[in-house]
Every structure is written in C-alpha cells, then in structure tokens.
C-alpha cells in the first residue's frame, strides 16, 4: 500500500529532512492522471463511507497538519467531494478563546472529536499547542513533554474507545511555501487568504521543522500514526490523502445492518 511508505514508524528515529515534499513515488507522472485518481478513490470512499456510517460501529479521526499553504483546506475540498456531507464534520481549530484558554488546552479538542459512524477532519489540531507555543517560547521544555504525554494519553484512550486516528503532516518545502504566498499577494481570486502574519510565521521556519520532526517522532504511535504527506504538488498531495484513507476504510471493512425483524413478511400498500 502506498500508505505504509509515508508511514513513520512507532519507535523510529524520524528525520523530517529525508522526506520529500515532491515525492510523487506510486503515483501517475501527470497531473490530470492524478486528479483522476483521486476522483476514482473518493467514489470509493463514498461507497465505504456509507456503510460507515450506517453501521455506527467505529468512530474516525483524520488530522491535518501542516504549516501555512500546505493545503489543509485543499485538501477536504478534494478528497471529500462526493462524500455524504452527513457523515463527515471538519473542526477546524484556530486561535483559542477566552473560553477555551481558561480550561485545559485538551478541552476544546475533547469535545470535537467522532461519535460513532463519524469522519471527523481536525484543520489543525491539539498538535498546535506543542508547535506554535513551543516555537514562540510560550511553553518551556518541560512542558513540552508533559504535553507530549498528554497527546499520547489522550490518542491511546481514543484508540482503546473505538476512534480509528490518521494524522497527516501535509509536507511542503520553503521555497514551496513562499510561491504559494506569492500567489495569494497577487491573485485577487487567492487574495482574501494572505495574511501579513504568515511572513512573521515564515521567519521561524527552521523552528518548526525542529518542533514538527521532535513531536511527530514522538507521538507516532501504533495506534495513532503519523504520515508525511507530499504537498509540494496539490494533486499528488490529495491523491495520497485519498488513498490513505481508502485504504483505512478498507481495512475497517464496515457493513450494513442486517435488519432488526423478518421484513419478508411485511407488505407495503
């Protein structure tokens, strides 16, 4: 599967650097042939997530990481195109509100996460509060790990609750990053998207690779992986993602109920 190849390994000592963010390795060379590809996968994973959902057995999680321009909202637009809107919800998570900040940093992810026969696609995640708080100096060391802990508690009690996790780090490069921010000072269609912060977030680059390289190393688990997702290219980056998550389902193997009564001898008049 082309999935276990973006796998990090419970226990590696993952190196973000040696994964490439224009791999398109098991994928079509040309663009439309991917874009296909993922138009194929998602009428797959519409079939699957029917059954998903009807069944209200297993509850899925789908996380999307990945710093400014990777493509996180790209990314559900195209992988979940013909879903049923009804089974899938996306939680985005922003900067948090005088609410959420007054509890603890879990509390708002808690609430969010799949009931029974849900697809839930956390934009970001609890992954933040040991990324942008630790690059800015927000949190110290120690805390870091603690919160570290925390992650790993939190996703092995999901796990062991019924909740099927797939995180994905939507991996692109610098120079990457900067044409896409390019794009969005220029187009007027993409314009409504730049946001002067994300060039004082850009300066701290080296910063977040550190912090993304150091959590994900630590947080990739046998229950709750971690796969880097080639996002230099928009199409292979869906096409991955799609698969991935075909995959996933596939191996869920979800089926409908079998009626709860004899409906052979119900007549409809």
Request: net charge neutral; charged share 30%; with cysteine.
């Amino acid at each position: 599967m082309v999935s276990e190849t973006l796998k990090v390994q419970a226990g590696s000592k993952f190196v973000l650097s040696k994964r490439d963010p224009a791999d398109r390795d098991g994928l079509p060379t040309d663009k439309a042939a991917r874009n296909a590809l993922t138009a194929q996968l998602g009428e797959k994973l519409k079939g699957l997530q029917d059954r998903f959902a009807a069944e209200k057995k297993t509850k899925l999680l789908l996380v999307l990481q990945g710093m400014d321009t990777s493509g996180k909202d790209g990314t559900v637009k195209a992988v979940f195109d013909t879903v049923n809107p009804l089974g899938i919800r996306v939680a985005p998570f922003k900067a948090p509100t005088e609410l959420e900040l007054a509890h603890d940093y879990l509390w708002r992810v808690h609430a969010e996460v799949p009931q029974k026969g849900e697809i839930v696609v956390f934009n970001r995640s609890h992954y933040e509060d040991v990324l942008i708080t630790r690059v800015h100096g927000w949190i110290d060391a120690d805390e870091v790990l603690r919160r570290i802990a925390h992650i790993n508690d939190f996703e092995r009690m999901l796990t062991e609750t019924g909740t099927v996790i797939i995180k994905c780090m939507l991996h692109i490069s610098k120079d990457e990053q900067a044409k896409r921010l390019e794009q969005r000072r220029t187009d007027p269609v993409k314009q409504y998207k730049f946001n002067v912060g994300d060039l004082e977030e850009r300066k701290y680059w080296d910063k977040y690779m550190t912090a993304y390289e150091e959590a994900i190393r630590a947080t990739s688990t046998l229950h709750a992986p971690w796969y880097i997702i080639p996002a230099n290219s928009n199409s292979a980056r869906n096409a991955f993602v799609a698969q991935l998550l075909a995959d996933t389902l596939e191996a869920i193997n979800p089926q409908f109920p079998k009626p709860t009564q004899d409906l052979s001898k119900l007549v409809v008049i």
